[in-house]
């Protein structure tokens, strides 16, 4: 009878861990695709979770909340000046960010 109830224990405690609904990056929606912006960063707002990046063309704000980062190990160590490539997805009218990578600064 242990054996069966820690047998149960554990399945549950897998399904409810590898769940894809454990995601913290929204999934794009059918026919949405993840686009790509790479600038500078202009602006971090650490109390908004926001990050306002600047191309040579445009300018664009993301939610980095759930993101995931690549090159930074919390969005605190973000500073003004660093290049970085965001891949986004529009969501409820935000750019949300699905990962944050620092890439190289220019010569």
Excluded: W
Aim: aromatic share 8%; hydrophobic share 40%.
């Amino acid at each position: 009878m242990r054996r069966l109830v820690l047998s149960i224990c554990i399945f549950v405690l897998f399904f409810f861990i590898a769940s894809p609904g454990s995601t913290l990056t929204p999934q794009p929606a059918k026919g949405q695709k993840i686009e790509k912006f790479t600038g500078k960063v202009a602006a971090v707002n650490l109390q908004e979770s926001t990050l306002a990046v600047q191309s040579t063309k445009s300018g664009m704000t993301f939610d980095v909340k759930s993101a995931k980062l690549k090159g930074y190990d919390a969005i605190g160590n973000i500073k003004e000046g660093d290049r970085v490539t965001v891949n986004y997805v529009m969501h409820e009218g935000k750019a949300t960010a699905r990962t944050l990578t620092k890439n190289k600064p220019y010569r």
